[in-house]
């Protein structure tokens, strides 16, 4: 019964999840809010349309054949037959993990490619957006794989050998999981844009100028020192644009892609930079983390439960519990609660953006910051429209 359980999640979240993307592109036929009108003209909105299709059937193909293989995997034995080969290659507990997760992360990487190809190299490159050549994606590829299994695979070891010292104290366990796992993300968070980003992009610091001058006045007024101001060569891969502030403390840089640069007007530029400054000000940063690590205290404590039960491993082809399928079945079962938490943060996400644009207008001109967020939407192709519950869910 407890696997028929874990599986009628699976099933039931996959549901809820189409659900929502259903009504979320059934949404685009219904009239424009007054206050967006007139930001695509009809040609641009029939592209538009087009284009929302197209993803919208695509991803639902991507969303099923995923969906389809977890089950599979779980219901004919799969996860057993990949700890019974990890174990054939490696005797250690921790090894055996690693072993483990890179057989299913592998299996992951590989069903990915051709969708990810399909959609860079078919559907983006349909509508202009597309720059990447085959090389680029080949070789993000490999740094993907690269960065995520040093990144995650020492996370997992980690967690796992704390597993192994505390196994017999669920909240021991969960304490230390916590605590190693905060420290990871304080220190990805001050190493964000000085390592993780320049893996796969070129920055360049922002161009002596008018622009650069506006911004440190700007910076220099509200009191605020930002380590760097970055422009990052996005236009190897898309036309799509963004900005985005990252660091902690003295590591605190704000990053422009070129193409935002190169399409908007120079006063639009300072209404993003500033806004940028927005979330440095009040320090949006922090508090991101701060929240993560709390949503991570849930998360170990779910982890601890999930591998005190023989049972649940048992159900699924494997003799006991195992660490890495511990983290599968933690990612099957927790996807139902993370929907109820993504209401309450992507919120303070979304009133932290509106913080930020606010800030903006106090030291801009009100118009460039509208301006700058109408040629987003445009450059982007933004859903004006998107239904309330897919909101809720995944706006942030």
């Given at each position: 019964?407890?696997?028929?359980?874990?599986?009628a999640?699976l099933?039931l979240?996959?549901?809820f999840?189409?659900?929502?993307?259903?009504?979320?592109?059934?949404?685009?036929?219904?009239?424009?809010?007054?206050?967006v009108?007139?930001?695509?003209?009809?040609?641009?909105?029939?592209?538009?349309?087009?284009?929302?299709?197209?993803?919208y059937?695509?991803?639902?193909?991507?969303?099923?054949?995923?969906?389809?293989?977890?089950?599979g995997?779980?219901?004919?034995g799969?996860?057993?037959?990949?700890?019974?080969?990890?174990?054939?290659?490696?005797?250690?507990?921790v090894?055996?993990?690693?072993m483990?997760?890179?057989?299913?992360?592998?299996l992951?990487?590989?069903?990915?490619?051709p969708?990810?190809?399909?959609s860079?190299?078919?559907?983006?490159?349909?509508y202009?957006?597309?720059?990447?050549?085959?090389?680029?994606?080949?070789?993000?590829?490999?740094?993907n794989?690269?960065?995520?299994?040093?990144?995650?695979?020492?996370?997992?070891?980690?967690?796992?050998?704390?597993?192994?010292?505390?196994?017999?104290?669920?909240w021991?366990?969960?304490?230390?999981?916590?605590?190693?796992?905060?420290?990871?993300?304080?220190v990805?968070?001050?190493?964000?844009?000085?390592?993780?980003?320049?893996?796969f992009?070129?920055?360049t610091?922002?161009?002596?100028?008018?622009?650069?001058?506006r911004?440190e006045?700007?910076?220099e007024?509200?009191?605020?020192?930002?380590?760097?101001?970055?422009v990052m060569?996005?236009?190897?891969?898309?036309?799509?644009?963004?900005?985005?502030?990252?660091?902690?403390?003295?590591?605190r840089?704000v990053?422009?892609?070129?193409?935002?640069?190169?399409?908007?007007?120079?006063?639009?530029?300072?209404?993003?930079?500033a806004?940028?400054?927005?979330?440095?000000?009040?320090?949006?940063?922090?508090?991101?983390?701060l929240?993560?690590?709390?949503?991570?205290?849930?998360?170990?404590?779910?982890?601890?439960?999930?591998?005190?039960?023989?049972?649940?491993?048992?159900?699924?082809?494997?003799?006991?519990?195992?660490?890495g399928?511990a983290?599968?079945?933690f990612?099957?079962?927790?996807?139902p609660?993370?929907?109820?938490?993504?209401?309450?943060?992507?919120?303070?996400?979304?009133?932290?953006?509106?913080?930020?644009?606010?800030?903006?207008t106090?030291?801009v001109?009100?118009?460039?910051m509208?301006?700058?967020?109408?040629?987003?939407i445009k450059?982007?192709?933004?859903?004006?429209?998107?239904h309330?519950?897919?909101?809720?869910?995944?706006?942030?």
């Amino acid at each position: 019964m407890i696997g028929i359980a874990v599986v009628a999640v699976l099933v039931l979240t996959f549901l809820f999840d189409t659900a929502v993307s259903t009504l979320n592109y059934r949404q685009r036929s219904k009239p424009i809010p007054k206050n967006v009108r007139g930001i695509y003209d009809p040609d641009e909105y029939a592209r538009w349309l087009n284009y929302s299709m197209e993803g919208y059937r695509f991803g639902m193909i991507k969303k099923t054949v995923n969906f389809l293989i977890l089950f599979g995997l779980l219901v004919f034995g799969g996860f057993g037959v990949f700890e019974n080969w990890a174990g054939a290659l490696v005797s250690s507990p921790v090894p055996q993990t690693l072993m483990f997760l890179g057989i299913y992360g592998l299996l992951s990487i590989l069903i990915d490619i051709p969708f990810d190809y399909y959609s860079s190299f078919t559907i983006e490159e349909k509508y202009g957006f597309n720059r990447s050549t085959r090389k680029t994606f080949l070789l993000d590829i490999i740094k993907n794989i690269l960065v995520g299994g040093l990144i995650f695979g020492g996370l997992a070891a980690a967690l796992n050998a704390v597993f192994l010292q505390f196994q017999d104290s669920l909240w021991t366990f969960a304490a230390a999981a916590w605590a190693v796992v905060s420290v990871v993300m304080i220190v990805f968070f001050v190493l964000q844009t000085k390592v993780f980003v320049k893996v796969f992009n070129k920055l360049t610091p922002l161009p002596e100028g008018e622009l650069k001058e506006r911004i440190e006045a700007l910076a220099e007024k509200v009191g605020f020192k930002v380590a760097a101001i970055s422009v990052m060569d996005a236009s190897r891969r898309s036309t799509k644009m963004n900005a985005f502030f990252s660091g902690l403390g003295k590591t605190r840089e704000v990053v422009l892609f070129d193409t935002l640069v190169e399409k908007m007007r120079e006063d639009q530029v300072a209404a993003v930079l500033a806004h940028e400054l927005g979330h440095a000000v009040h320090k949006d940063a922090p508090r991101l983390l701060l929240q993560q690590m709390v949503i991570f205290a849930l998360y170990a404590a779910a982890i601890g439960a999930i591998l005190q039960s023989d049972a649940l491993a048992q159900a699924f082809g494997l003799p006991e519990v195992h660490f890495g399928f511990a983290l599968v079945l933690f990612s099957i079962l927790m996807a139902p609660i993370d929907f109820l938490l993504h209401i309450p943060a992507n919120y303070l996400s979304r009133r932290a953006e509106y913080r930020a644009d606010a800030f903006s207008t106090e030291h801009v001109d009100k118009q460039h910051m509208i301006g700058a967020l109408k040629v987003l939407i445009k450059e982007n192709f933004a859903n004006l429209n998107p239904h309330p519950l897919a909101v809720w869910l995944h706006y942030s």
